[in-house]
T-cell receptor
Framework: SQQGEEDPQALSIQEGENATMNCSYKTSINNLQWYRQNSGRGLVHLILIRSNEREKHSGRLRVTLDTSKKSSSLLITASRAADTASYFC??????????FGGGTRVLVKP | NAGVTQTPKFRVLKTGQSMTLLCAQDMNHEYMYWYRQDPGMGLRLIHY???????AKGEVPDGYNVSRLKKQNFLLGLESAAPSQTSVYFC???????????????FGPGTRLTVL
């Protein structure tokens, strides 16, 4: 079963708008990562946030983590058509494995 | 650097046939992983390896075997393919030294497998 669940499952926005997606999980984590997957391609790492961090930025990306609520959010500001992709959260607990959520499909309309 | 490569890109099998998927990485990573992705879903871990000569089961290992004879290669085998194994298979690798890395995984482009 997938421990991370993304919400919403799909999102459609206009270019220039912000896109926000959320990820919830059930057990404690060491860190949480976000990946992007363009159609028909492999996953690309976007950002990692550790369990002792609350917010992290990378370019137009902002990730927050609330360990008390077991949730994380990914915000893409000023979206572009090239941001059209599926976005996955993946958590790392003890060990060397990632557990992925089901993903959020984002469509940015020009 | 080529990063993570996968061979083949596409394959169609008949039920009961066998095949091997090859993953190669040129980043000297210790850890390697095999995932499957079904339509509209995230990735599920099949098997993984934390070093040459070692393998371990992931979330959905049944029907698959793996081998890591060389550090740069990780092979995924299907001994007797079933239609339920129709999926896209992704390989990934990661540096094992978490003091020097964020723990991100680097993914290959995927192998699309159809079992009839």
């Amino acid at each position: 079963s997938q421990q991370g669940e993304e919400d919403p499952q799909a999102l459609s926005i206009q270019e220039g708008e912000n896109a926000t997606m959320n990820c919830s999980y059930k057990t404690s984590i060491n860190n949480l990562q976000w990946y992007r997957q363009n159609s028909g391609r492999g996953l690309v790492h976007l950002i990692l946030i550790r369990s002792n961090e609350r917010e992290k930025h990378s370019g137009r990306l902002r990730v927050t983590l609330d360990t008390s609520k077991k949730s994380s959010s990914l915000l893409i500001t000023a979206s572009r058509a090239a941001d059209t992709a599926s976005y996955f959260c993946a958590r790392t607990a003890a060990g060397n494995k990632l557990t992925f959520g089901g993903g959020t499909r984002v469509l940015v309309k020009p | 650097n080529a990063g993570v490569t996968q061979t083949p890109k596409f394959r169609v099998l008949k039920t009961g046939q066998s095949m091997t998927l090859l993953c190669a990485q040129d980043m000297n990573h210790e850890y390697m992983y095999w995932y499957r992705q079904d339509p509209g879903m995230g990735l599920r871990l099949i098997h993984y390896s934390v070093g040459e000569g070692t393998t371990a089961k992931g979330e959905v290992p049944d029907g698959y075997n793996v081998s890591r004879l060389k550090k740069q290669n990780f092979l995924l085998g299907l001994e007797s393919a079933a239609p339920s194994q129709t999926s896209v298979y992704f390989c990934a690798s990661r540096n094992g030294d978490t003091r020097r890395t964020s723990g991100e995984q680097f993914f290959g482009p995927g192998t699309r497998l159809t079992v009839l």
